[in-house]
């Protein structure tokens, strides 16, 4: 689901968006977006949460 999701993404964005970086700039994007998550309370927080339609 998750790779599905990537894929629509990307096809969506590759159409509307346009990044013009050097080498060590378009290196230092890629790193960002495979470094892991930072921690996140909120996010912790809502997914420790029952969904509303497993509550019954």
């Known amino acids: 689901m998750l790779e599905a999701a990537c ?3 990307q096809a969506i ?3 509307r968006a346009r990044l013009s970086l050097d080498a ?3 290196q230092q994007f ?3 977006l495979n470094a892991p998550p ?3 309370e909120g996010l912790d ?3 420790a949460l029952k969904a ?3 509550e019954g």
């Open 38 to 40: 930072r921690p996140s």
């Open 45 to 47: 927080r809502r997914l």
């Open 13 to 15: 964005l590759v159409n």
């Open 30 to 32: 890629l790193d960002l």
């Open 52 to 54: 509303s339609w497993d």
């Open 24 to 26: 060590g700039k378009f």
């Open 7 to 9: 894929e629509r993404t």
